[in-house]
């Protein structure tokens, strides 16, 4: 990183923002040396949601579409890499190059479909849903990968890590997927501050004043259902490698698209670090009561979505920003909600 696009992320940034952004990198960097290995996976999937949601919030908080499909895009990438690896043995990184022009051309079809005719709010996230469901019944009957028998990657023992084919123990999936969220919360602070960034919030807080003052609101919204589209794919890449098998009625369903909003809705729709405390805000509160669960011995089904639900209650009633903003606000984070 040069220090010209340092300097930029640090530009109009309280120090305190800095000093806060510091220890919490300095504390996910030596995690895995403190752990034990259940908390480590904790940390992996929470740092999962986190990344998705920042992939999420691109799409919505920015620009103000809300999609509630994003899980297309994951899967695809899952699929195309993981088929890559089994049957070619090409690595997943190779694959995830693959895997970004087709997640962004899927992107581009819905986009384009969306507004040029006119497909927008509630009906766009139909929209993006409808082809969510088209991917899962038909990778559900694709044999190439399967269909619903599932694919499932080779597992083997290694004696050491092996990054380039993603094959390894949780503490190296763990960095790879924190390295994934820092870069996305790079990229998302780089496109605020740029003449796209402002323009995705002026279409978001008004898009007839943003076409009137000359804005191609077509143009910008593409861009930015195609960069989330983008950066997602790389989520399905790694939950292939970590998780090792693939089902379409797993990948592509609906509740994976919901659980990468969860997030962001928390913490703040819109905000930069909204993503990131959302996502340990929900996954801490849900372990919590897992363990809770277990210690007392009781064993119900749904648990786990009810309490999002009631999370997500408890957010629209009590802090419609989210969770970040009245923090901030609160810590002195004077410099915006970001």
């Given at each position: 990183?040069?220090?010209?696009?340092?300097t930029?992320?640090?530009?109009?940034?309280?120090?305190?923002?800095?000093?806060?952004?510091?220890?919490?990198?300095?504390?996910?960097?030596v995690?895995?040396?403190?752990?034990?290995?259940?908390?480590?996976?904790?940390l992996?999937?929470?740092?999962?949601?986190?990344?998705t949601?920042q992939?999420?919030?691109?799409?919505?908080?920015?620009?103000?579409?809300?999609s509630l499909g994003?899980?297309?895009?994951?899967?695809?990438?899952?699929?195309?890499?993981?088929a890559l690896?089994?049957?070619f043995g090409i690595?997943?990184?190779?694959?995830f190059l693959?895997?970004?022009?087709?997640?962004a051309a899927?992107?581009a079809?819905i986009?384009?479909?969306?507004?040029?005719?006119g497909?927008?709010?509630?009906?766009?996230?139909?929209?993006?849903?409808a082809f969510g469901?088209?991917?899962?019944?038909?990778?559900?009957h694709?044999?190439?990968?399967?269909?619903?028998a599932?694919?499932?990657?080779?597992?083997?023992?290694?004696?050491?890590?092996?990054?380039?084919r993603?094959?390894?123990?949780?503490?190296?999936?763990?960095?790879v997927?924190?390295?994934?969220?820092?870069?996305?919360?790079v990229?998302?602070r780089?496109?605020?501050?740029?003449?796209?960034?402002?323009?995705?919030l002026?279409?978001?807080?008004?898009?007839?004043?943003?076409?009137?003052?000359?804005?191609?609101?077509?143009?910008?919204?593409?861009?930015?259902?195609?960069?989330?589209?983008?950066?997602?794919?790389f989520?399905?890449?790694?939950?292939?490698?970590?998780?090792?098998?693939?089902?379409?009625?797993q990948?592509?369903?609906?509740?994976?698209?919901?659980?990468?909003?969860?997030?962001?809705?928390?913490?703040?729709?819109g905000?930069?670090?909204?993503?990131?405390l959302g996502?340990?805000?929900?996954?801490?509160?849900a372990?919590?009561?897992?363990?809770?669960?277990?210690?007392?011995?009781?064993?119900?089904p749904g648990a786990?979505?009810?309490?999002y639900?009631l999370?997500l209650?408890?957010?629209?009633?009590?802090?419609?920003?989210g969770?970040?903003?009245?923090?901030?606000?609160?810590?002195?984070?004077?410099?915006g909600?970001?």
């Amino acid at each position: 990183m040069t220090v010209a696009v340092i300097t930029r992320l640090a530009d109009d940034v309280p120090r305190r923002t800095l000093i806060l952004l510091g220890i919490l990198l300095a504390a996910l960097l030596v995690a895995p040396w403190i752990v034990n290995d259940y908390l480590l996976t904790v940390l992996i999937v929470t740092l999962y949601s986190a990344y998705t949601g920042q992939a999420w919030n691109i799409m919505m908080g920015f620009a103000g579409q809300l999609s509630l499909g994003n899980a297309l895009y994951a899967g695809l990438g899952a699929y195309l890499a993981a088929a890559l690896f089994t049957d070619f043995g090409i690595g997943p990184w190779i694959g995830f190059l693959a895997s970004i022009p087709v997640a962004a051309a899927c992107g581009a079809i819905i986009g384009f479909l969306a507004f040029r005719f006119g497909v927008a709010g509630v009906y766009f996230a139909i929209l993006t849903i409808a082809f969510g469901e088209f991917a899962r019944i038909g990778f559900d009957h694709l044999t190439i990968v399967n269909a619903s028998a599932g694919l499932f990657l080779p597992v083997a023992q290694y004696a050491h890590n092996d990054l380039w084919r993603l094959r390894g123990d949780p503490t190296m999936f763990y960095y790879v997927i924190l390295a994934a969220t820092v870069l996305a919360f790079v990229l998302c602070r780089l496109l605020l501050r740029s003449r796209i960034g402002y323009f995705w919030l002026a279409i978001r807080e008004d898009e007839q004043a943003a076409r009137a003052v000359g804005i191609d609101t077509f143009r910008y919204k593409m861009y930015a259902v195609v960069i989330s589209a983008a950066a997602t794919s790389f989520a399905g890449v790694f939950y292939a490698f970590f998780y090792n098998n693939l089902f379409p009625e797993q990948v592509f369903n609906i509740g994976r698209s919901i659980e990468m909003i969860l997030g962001p809705v928390i913490g703040g729709v819109g905000t930069l670090f909204g993503p990131i405390l959302g996502a340990f805000v929900l996954n801490g509160l849900a372990e919590t009561l897992n363990a809770t669960m277990s210690a007392v011995g009781l064993d119900l089904p749904g648990a786990k979505e009810v309490f999002y639900g009631l999370c997500l209650l408890f957010v629209i009633l009590a802090l419609p920003e989210g969770v970040w903003p009245p923090l901030a606000r609160r810590l002195g984070f004077d410099k915006g909600k970001r």
